[in-house]
């Protein structure tokens, strides 16, 4: 695999935690998994495993690969490369993008390639790569590759993790990468007269996947197309969508060092004593009328795609119906400034982190009551999901994975796990949290709807199983007919 991100190594969104649990699954059912990703400054882990050495734009870079296991069956391969990675951020300092981001991914594609034509360990069946800045390794190994071995049979799959994220490069940047004039087709990486990662990897994988099944139906449609939405729909029979897991090691209520008391759909107490320690560690009141009050959590980027705007539009509305919120995140500073002044303004209802903290994430997903999400797009979403574990009911748009992990409550049936709305609306937000409220108000119904979303089984091993389909299903293809022919049936 090819990613941009590792966690816990290095992490800006979920990419970085399916980059890790899926290999970690991946190796639970056998099979061997090699993750390769950039070794960014402040990644002291691993040990020298080999070096590797490619020209790009003119210069010869020299990287070392250093080893690190994460689990049985599955490691991390670091590209060591100092010149590229080793700087104050992953893909910008202070919100502006480092302008050699193409030389610098393009280069983990190549690392990784010519790692697996010189010095690679085992064979390899297939390379997978994650988003844009994986989106070249197709490329690279049509034109690169072609004669070597076993390296230019490779079949590639790539994950579209969002789609809003489309690596453009001005296409001066073509032959500093080493790539032909003739690659910049509407059929191959050209998307309106610039160099697009995302269409190189959409274009030249053998097959391509997204992260829920509803978001590979929506990426087909003007609305949630990005413009792609013609590119997709070409290449649609080689499209499959496989909701991601969740890692049910790092997000376990029952044994979360981060939370005060372990608890579980069958033993709740500690819950309590989670929301006591968020609400504490928020700076909000947290004596008996505040562990009365219905909690509200939001762990997310602050930007437009998560539905900030959304927020914006009733803010005052919103904080002002009787819930409590907890909001950790970071991004666009209009919505920093937004939340900041909501807490200034209400500061017994609203506390605010802006930050990045893995610690007040587990705390606000175990302590909050009801996590909100009102996402104008998303591709899968986690936190919907680790809230159903830790009994944290999610309020949800209904839109991509969150329309594949959530199941609205029925008051009659007392089936479903959380609160979904359809239109991108402040009103609708407003009614599907006053629904959610209004059920909080009846325990027993509230306490079902908890065990509800506890039981769910989020874990990796079902869509592991899932790509391993995928897996086969590109490797066969590439199979010459004649093997194929003769293979025995079964
Ligand atoms: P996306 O990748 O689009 O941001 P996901 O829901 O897939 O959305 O994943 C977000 C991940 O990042 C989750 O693991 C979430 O807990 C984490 N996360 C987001 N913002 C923060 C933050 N400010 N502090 C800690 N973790 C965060
Ligand atoms: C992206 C999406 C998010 C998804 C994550 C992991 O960051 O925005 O919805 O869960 O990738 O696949």
């Known amino acids: 695999m090819i990613a941009s991100e590792l ?8 990419l970085a935690d399916v980059a890790s ?37 003119g210069q010869t870079f020299a990287a070392g690969l250093w080893e690190e296991p994460l689990g049985p069956g599955a490691r991390a391969l670091f590209v060591d490369c100092p010149p590229l990675y080793d700087r104050d951020g992953l893909y910008n300092t202070h919100q502006v993008d480092f302008d050699d981001n193409p030389l610098r991914f393009a280069f983990l594609s190549i690392a990784a390639l010519e790692w697996l034509a010189s010095a690679a360990d085992e064979p390899v069946d297939v390379v997978h790569g994650h988003d844009w800045q994986a989106g070249l390794t197709g490329a690279y190994l049509s034109q690169h590759f072609a004669r070597h071995p076993t390296v230019g049979r490779l079949p590639f799959v790539f994950t579209i993790h969002n789609l809003a994220y489309q690596g453009p490069a001005d296409k001066s940047w073509l032959p500093r990468l080493g790539l032909g004039w003739d690659l910049f087709t509407v059929h191959g990486l050209e998307f309106w007269d610039h160099l697009s990662f995302l269409k190189a ?21 003007p609305e949630y197309g990005f413009g792609f939405d013609g590119v997709i729909r070409a290449r649609a029979a080689a499209l499959t969508g496989i909701l991601n897991g969740i890692d049910v090691d790092a997000w376990d209520p029952a044994r979360d060092p981060y939370l005060p008391e372990p608890f579980s759909a069958a ?19 947290a004596g008996s009328d505040a562990l009365a009050r219905p909690l509200i959590g939001l762990v997310s980027r602050l930007v437009d795609q998560k539905g900030f705007d959304l927020v914006a539009q009733v803010a005052e509305r919103l904080v002002d119906r009787g819930p409590a919120f907890l909001v ?10 937004l939340w900041r002044m909501l807490a200034a303004r209400r500061p017994e209802t609203v506390g605010v982190h802006i930050g990045f903290d893995e610690r007040l994430a587990h705390l606000v997903e175990g302590g909050a009551d009801m996590f909100l999400m009102p996402s104008r797009y998303e591709p899968c979403g986690l936190n919907q999901m680790y809230s159903q574990r830790y009994g944290t009911v999610p309020v949800v748009r209904a839109t991509g994975g969150l329309v594949d992990s959530v199941t609205p409550w029925n008051a009659t049936t007392k089936r479903g796990t959380g609160f979904l709305f359809s239109d991108y609306s402040g009103q609708a937000m407003l009614d599907a ?9 009846s325990p027993a119904d509230w306490r079902r709807l908890q065990r509800n979303g506890m039981k769910v089984d989020f874990s990796w091993d079902r869509s592991a199983r899932a790509y391993v389909k995928v897996y086969k299903g590109v490797i066969a293809a590439r199979r010459p007919r004649r093997q194929r022919a003769s293979a025995p049936r079964t």
């Open 7 to 14: 966690a816990p190594y290095s992490k800006t969104g979920g």
């Open 21 to 57: 649990a899926l290999p970690k699954a991946l190796g639970r059912a056998g099979h061997r998994v090699t993750v390769v990703t950039p070794r960014y400054r402040g990644i002291a882990a691993g040990t020298w495993r080999a070096d590797v050495q490619a020209t790009v734009a």
């Open 201 to 221: 990897g959409v274009n030249f994988s053998d097959a391509f996947t997204t992260v829920s099944p509803t978001y590979a139906e929506e990426i087909q449609r």
């Open 267 to 285: 033993a709740p107490a500690g819950k309590v004593a989670a929301k006591r320690a968020a609400l504490e560690a928020f700076g909000l009141p």
């Open 328 to 337: 950790l995140g970071t991004g666009d500073g209009r919505y920093e400034h």
């Open 433 to 441: 949290v006053d629904e959610a409220v209004r059920t909080f108000a």
